[in-house]
């Protein structure tokens, strides 16, 4: 479910207009996040560590309403609830795109998501399909192999992407403490810095709710 925004009346629109005008309307943000906890409990219990914190990931997405603001055809609408689009790695070294449905239980959401991840797995090229286009989602990806402190993104610079981007790199250890990278990209006509700093604090916090 979507609820259409009064542009009008809305506190961001000399916000939107502004950067929605900007050839590249996109701002991005890198922090490491701690995930010590989460990741000994993802390999005491043989939980999947990336399915864990994709699952907190959208717990946190969804607690940020900016997050879940959308551009659709020069209005903007916010989403109830959002989900992901993530990329797959096959044995081979590809990917494909696969779409995964939040659910707020863990075991309900590993089960669905594992279904959508082994038809990615199982076959071949982008899959790239109708349900890779919607807009109640991320742009996921996760990069285990490289503690990134920058990235980029390719896109079409033609107005109609608005879905944040979140990437997760490499757990290294900082200060004693397990860390990854987390990058978000986000329309800033629709979110700003202190927006994905609610995100980081968000996710953060869900990483420790252990299930």
Known sequence: MKT?????????????AFFSGLHEPFHGIVADIPCTQARQFCRDNQISFFLFYLHRCLAAINQIPELRYRVQQEQVVLYQQIHANATIG????????????YQPAFSAFCEQAELSMARVKNSE???????????????????P???????????????????????????????????????????????????????????????????
């Open 90 to 101: 096959r044995a081979d070294h590809s990917f494909g795109f696969c779409p995964i449905d």
């Open 145 to 211: 192999w490289i503690a990134f402190n920058g990235i980029t993104h390719a896109r079409h610079h033609d107005g109609k992407d608005s879905a944040p981007k979140v990437s997760v790199g490499k757990c290294v250890e900082k200060n004693g403490e397990l860390v990854f990278p987390v990058a978000v990209f986000a329309h800033h006509g629709l979110a700003d810095a202190y927006h994905i700093h609610q995100f980081f604090d968000a996710f953060t916090e869900q990483l420790r709710q252990l299930p």
């Open 125 to 143: 090229g982008l899959c790239f399909t109708q349900e890779c286009q919607r807009d109640d989602v991320i742009h996921f990806s996760a990069m």
């Open 4 to 16: 259409l925004i009064d542009i009008s009346s809305w506190k961001r629109r000399e916000h939107f």
